[in-house]
T-cell receptor, first 117, second 111 residues
């Protein structure tokens, strides 16, 4: 059973370009979470999605950032007009999302390391 | 506000030494608590968890006990190995199922 897949693993963008980060959850998981890790810091929650729904986006910056999890295909985190401060590791996690709190146990992907030059 | 406080690293130990990494949390209610481990260049792996007060999570020789009275979830291991060198994150899950992480503690184990 494949784990959470993220691609690309490394992404370099110039300031002003767009970055698209993809996350395929574990098989059977319908909930996806995105976290950002700045250098030497812990992970900070960005957004929580179910298929075709944004459940909680309280950690997303108000501008330039968006996320989706379509009915088919991976979840996408999109950053428009990137700036140097967006350089970070972006991790995706998935959970089954069934009844019971432990069904929300999150399994993490390897991350995408975004560098903005 | 809601947060997790971990002891600052790096923590440097010799092989077979005893490990403690302190973690305290500020949260409403009684959240589920977790320890994650991150090896260099990799994502986070769940190390252990506890869902209610006095629960003890354990895995690979690591243990942590959910202490409601001190709002703590300290990570311990009796005898560390070089392969345990990594960054360890304490976290709790809030009522909307997102994880609140501490800033991480880097562990370096010398042969």
């Amino acid at each position: 059973n494949a784990g959470v897949m993220q691609n690309p693993r490394h992404l370099v963008r110039r300031r002003g370009q767009e970055a698209r980060l993809r996350c395929s959850p574990m098989k059977g998981h319908s909930h996806v979470y995105w976290y950002r890790q700045l250098p030497e810091e812990g992970l900070k929650f960005m957004v929580y999605l179910q298929k075709e729904n944004i459940i909680d986006e309280s950690g997303m910056p108000k501008e330039r950032f968006s996320a989706e999890f379509p009915k088919e295909g991976p979840s996408i985190l999109r950053i428009q007009q990137v700036v140097r401060g967006d350089s970070a590791a972006y991790f995706c996690a998935s959970s089954p999302g069934l009844a019971g709190v432990m069904s929300y146990e999150q399994y993490f992907g390897p991350g995408t390391r975004l560098t903005v030059t | 506000g809601n947060s997790v406080t971990q002891m600052e690293g790096p923590v440097t130990l010799s092989e077979e030494a005893f490990l403690t990494i302190n973690c305290t949390y500020t949260a409403t209610g009684y959240p589920s608590l977790f320890w994650y481990v991150q090896y260099p260049g990799e994502g986070l792996q769940l190390l252990l968890k506890a869902t209610k007060a006095d629960d003890k999570g354990s895995n690979k020789g690591f243990e942590a006990t959910y202490r409601k009275e001190t709002t703590s979830f300290h990570l311990e291991k009796g005898s560390v190995q070089v392969s345990d060198s990594a960054v360890y994150f304490c976290a709790w899950m809030d009522s909307s199922y997102k994880l609140i992480f501490g800033s991480g503690t880097r562990l370096l184990v010398r042969p």
